[in-house]
């Protein structure tokens, strides 16, 4: 055998295996129309598989760091280190009464849980697991992340107009405007960064930052001023967008009394979780592969470990730092939210915007740097300093009811 | 082994197009029909809804991705949105519809117009001999081609579009802020 | 399939949405309406590109993008003008809308 051959092999083992197993089903006389749909099922069940898996370990782990972090230890009574939690919390979620308010719109109140986990699912094929390790090549695949994307907003009305509930209702208005307002920073950095590419493709995205600065230094584009404000602003949109702390108002439980998902109970509610977990995980994935590299190596020589590899450890470093601001900030109010949104990010992002066409023309050298670095760096001044005048330390005023 | 997975994508593809177009069409009249005529408004928004996404992907199923994406962000997203939110406030008070759905004196007049037409419509269709095409091979649209036609030939359109939407931003804003009260 | 079922899919779109501009007695069902009959001219656009001599041009494509773009616009200063209207009124009926006054 030959031995330089064997890391090729290895790297590229999904490929490479799903190749053989088609390979031999053809030799066995399988037509192949049914060739192509069992591609399709192999490929579609591996990546499903793969989400199902990692939700059940980060529903635990997430317990967990928050508990480290919060001093006390997490869930640790079911198996090892408590990581058969989630087996518990399925029994659990499955046996719970499904109660579904007698006023309540059926259908509606039905349907939403699908519509919310569908989307959820379907945007993950376009990310690009490893060199060649698309799902759906599409040309347009940026786009057809956020169209489907669009879904959530859906499944969110339908789950809060639903439930007959005022309560539902006014977290559902709430969370559809913040994901709206949220939408448009999220779309304008990942436009930021298919304008320096020149394709909507995620492949290309993640071969266009494949070269080395210097040698050894990785040219991804959080390194660059206007990427990493951008990566900044994708980060925080899509904190919002998976309605995850600090921006978890529409289903924080003292707030209102978990708003669009008041009215669900047992497997409906667990469809709900699943589908923001899967959902976060997807978004992290789109933030790796647009800022990150994909699934490029740091360093030339550490091409050696998989590509697949390296996709899904720095989903894992992205979606473990998630974690560790939603075990540290607080909740902001629907007003600071807003505002933050259409007064902050809104304008950044349009700075980073400019920053990045200012660097392209400027002929990408040390001027170009050094120009963008400005023109992202003046608005974050101005602005940050505008919004954070307002809240100077001084003595307290109390007022007391006459 | 690549090429033999790009054979077997490629073939898949010519098979079964006539059946992804013709399926979601029929989703998307029977959500439009729907649209049309339930009493409970939310219900005909979410199955307006469903047309558009229906919609969406017959253009994509068509070759035109660009556009079919384009129309599940925009309506589904924006525009779908946009209606159920007006619906609720603007809440009437029977929101199922205990009253009459029809405006004026019935549905009758409305009805035979829009039989009318569409009766003219097919005929139209029917009897063109530009019809007829056959189906071309497929056209290929890729997004850099279309954004080389967006930013050279069609530029004023663009910018046009531009000035409207700030126009409408602006407009819908200052319509819908609430009185200051004197 | 030919163009001709794919602008008759377009004709009953298009019948379906004139029939709920013009029966349907809330506003913002007339809007839907005109919403459907905006979509059977987007089909329209997209079938006549696909069928044609030349679809390297991308005309039908492009004509599209800008339909939905203006449609968009349309369905936000509608609705908003329908909102200031009930909040005048206190109904989002066309019937009750029949004063010039206001």
Redesign the interface.
Known sequence: MNFFALPVHFVQAP??LK?WF??LLASFGVP??L???I?AVLVIGTIIGVFLVLFALTSVLERKILARVQNRYGPNRVGPCGLFQPVADGIKMITKEDLVPRSA?KI?HFLAPVVMMVPALMVLAILPYGR?MVPAE???GI??F???G??T??AV??AG?GSNNKYS?LGA?RA?AQM?SY?LPLIISAVVVAMVT???APSAIVTAQGDFAFGFFPGWYVFTPWGFVACLLFYIAALAESNRCPFDLPEGESELVAGHLTEYSGFKYATFFMAEYVGMFAICGLLVTLFLGGWQAPLPFLTIVPSWCWFFGKVAFVAFTMIWVRATLPRMRIDHLMTFAWKFMLPMSFAAFLAAACWHYAGRGPLAWALSAVIVGVPYLVLGNHFTARFSVTNRRYQFSE | MNEFLQRLNALSWDACSQWLVLIPSGVMLLAAAAAAALRNLIHAALCLTLSFIALGIVFIALGAEFVGLVQLLVYVGAVAMLIVFAILLTRPSDLAGAKSPFAGLGPVGGILTGAGLLVALLAFIFSSPVAKTALPPAPVAPVAKIGELLMGSYIVPLQVVGVLLTAALIGAAVLAMEDKQP | MTLQILLAVSAVLFAFGLVAALTRRNAIMVLIGIELMMGAGNLNFIAFWRFSAHPEALTGILFAIFSIAVAAAEAAVGLAIIILVHRRIKSANVDDANQLKG
Do not use: C, R, T
Request: proline share 0%; aromatic share 14%.
């Open positions: 490929n490479e190749a088609l390979s192949a129309w060739l192509v749909v591609s719109d509606v060649d599409l040309d347009a786009l057809y956020f169209a489907v669009a879904g907003e859906v009305f339908m107009w209702v208005m559809i709206v939408e020149g394709s909507l």
